[in-house]
């Protein structure tokens, strides 16, 4: 038997995982994305131009992002959301220019957005404010209703799409939300407004392999080291700033 008839089987195993990962839409700008496999959505609709990272520096690049659960519509929200939640001012960049959307989007494609770890089965009953949220959607939904309540909000109040509107506006339609003076079905929109700060300042501060956190801005801004190897050398001097590193700083994937 040939040295090549002995690899066949290897070399047909490497060949159909690479197939598969290239017809799932897993590779994007030659990063390979995480998260839930069922969740991956590679229609055409749900793909938009945007920033994405090199994961193994935290580094922002053009590339054509396939968004792993939003539709580009609520891309757009939920970036501009997040940018007056979170936004640029003179101490570094805003919610947008750190990725922060893209992070919320890769969350809610897996776990954490389908509430698997959670318990969701009824009955249902409204909580106390001391309890949290006692309904049966994941977060998933919520997002889905909270968006489409902004949206839906900014059209009745201003006739112009939330990402059309001026900052002042933004900012007076998301202080509805976080009073909890917008009706939602099945959700509060106080408790949207809470997930949605929540996520954007974990898309600031996360570790660059999760999507956020573009360029370790955020980390710079705090000066934090991020995942040093060691301080041995410093740890008895006095602060000492050094440039913060990701997870994978070290590895090239």
Not at 6 to 24: C, E, G, H, V, Y
Not at 58 to 82: C, H, K, W
């Amino acid at each position: 038997m040939s040295e090549q008839e002995k690899n066949a089987p290897l070399l047909d195993k490497r060949s159909s995982r690479r197939t598969f990962i290239k017809n799932s839409g897993l590779t994007v700008g030659g990063v390979v994305l995480g998260g839930a496999l069922g969740s991956l959505l590679t229609k055409e609709e749900k793909t938009t131009t945007n920033e994405t990272q090199d994961h193994s520096t935290g580094t922002a690049s053009n590339a054509n992002v396939a968004l792993m659960y939003f539709t580009p519509d609520q891309y757009r929200i939920t970036e501009a959301a997040a940018e007056r939640i979170f936004p640029a001012d003179e101490n570094g960049p805003g919610a947008k220019e750190l990725l922060v959307a893209y992070y919320i989007d890769h969350q809610l494609s897996g776990a954490w957005g389908m509430g698997s770890k959670e318990y969701t089965s009824g009955p249902f009953f409204p909580g106390e404010a001391t309890q949290g949220y006692q309904g049966r959607q994941n977060r998933q939904q919520i997002f889905e209703i909270g968006l489409k309540g902004i949206e839906d909000e900014s059209l009745k109040t201003y006739d112009k799409s939330f990402v059309e509107l001026s900052e002042e506006e933004q900012d007076a339609i998301l202080t509805e939300f976080a009073d909890g003076k917008v009706e939602l079905k099945g959700v509060s929109s106080a408790h949207f407004f809470g997930v949605l700060r929540t996520a954007t300042i974990e898309g600031a501060y996360a570790d660059p392999l999760y999507g956020g956190n573009a360029n370790m801005e955020g980390w710079k801004m705090k000066n934090f080291p991020g995942h040093q190897m060691s301080y041995l050398d410093i740890v008895e001097k006095e602060f000492t700033k050094i440039e913060p590193m990701a997870l994978n700083s070290q590895h090239k994937h």
